[in-house]
T-cell receptor, first 107, second 112 residues
Framework: GIQVEQSPPDLILQEGANSTLRCNFS?????LQWFHQNPWGQLINLFY???GTKQNGRLSATTVATERYSLLYISSSQTTDSGVYFC?????????FGTGTRLQVTL | EAGVVQSPRYKIIEKKQPVAFWCNPI?????LYWYRQNLGQGPELLIR????????DSQLPKDRFSAERLKGVDSTLKIQPAELGDSAVYLC??????????FGQGTRLTVV
């Protein structure tokens, strides 16, 4: 099956810093989503982004499907950004999650 | 618009007992997923429904797990009998035509 790798696995930032999270996938996909899993376990949709670039406030995402990767940018990070960030890719058979990036934003 | 609703939120049972989880997807969503998430890992697909048909259940441990989606709307996931290794968070998600997927809050199962 498809492999979805995320980097870095762990990230600690001071409040106000910027960061880039990466998602690499091993095969062609129909679509790609980014989720934030908050400390209570809820998976929150951030972006539905099969290709191109989207922005939503301090967050933006870019997917280059031909090169099989996607990037999530977080600017001016806040403590509420803490949690685990997952990318998930949809193939013909199923929606597969990546390994996740655990982000901790400190004061 | 209501999101994906799951119940119960938490369940503690003794091993060998049965347990059931319920999911109400977003109205109009034809695709429904059940995932299991172990501590520190990403969600893993158990079963996917297109309307009332199970189209991908290759990861469902069929000796003890069963699922159904009545009339292509609500769905239940059952484990009988539960084992200690089944302790995890069980997540339900829905989407329209396998586009953007939306997740419920999950059911945290503890088997003792």
């Amino acid at each position: 099956g498809i492999q979805v790798e995320q980097s870095p696995p762990d990230l600690i930032l001071q409040e106000g810093a910027n960061s880039t999270l990466r998602c690499n996938f091993s095969d062609s996909v129909n679509n790609l989503q980014w989720f934030h899993q908050n400390p209570w376990g809820q998976l929150i949709n951030l972006f539905y982004i099969p290709s191109g670039t989207k922005q939503n406030g301090r967050l933006s995402a870019t997917t280059v499907a031909t090169e099989r990767y996607s990037l999530l940018y977080i600017s001016s990070s806040q403590t509420t950004d803490s949690g685990v960030y997952f990318c998930a890719v949809e193939t013909a058979s199923k929606l597969t999650f990546g390994t996740g990036t655990r982000l901790q934003v400190t004061l | 618009e209501a999101g994906v609703v799951q119940s119960p939120r938490y369940k503690i049972i003794e091993k060998k007992q049965p347990v059931a989880f319920w999911c109400n997807p977003i109205s109009g969503h034809n695709t429904l997923y059940w995932y299991r998430q172990n501590l520190g890992q990403g969600p893993e697909l158990l079963i996917r429904y297109e309307n009332e048909e199970a189209v991908d259940d290759s990861q469902l441990p069929k000796d003890r797990f069963s699922a159904e989606r009545l009339k292509g709307v609500d769905s239940t996931l059952k484990i009988q009998p539960a084992e200690l290794g089944d302790s995890a968070v069980y997540l339900c998600a829905s989407s329209l035509d396998r586009r953007e997927a939306f997740f419920g809050q999950g059911t945290r199962l503890t088997v003792v």
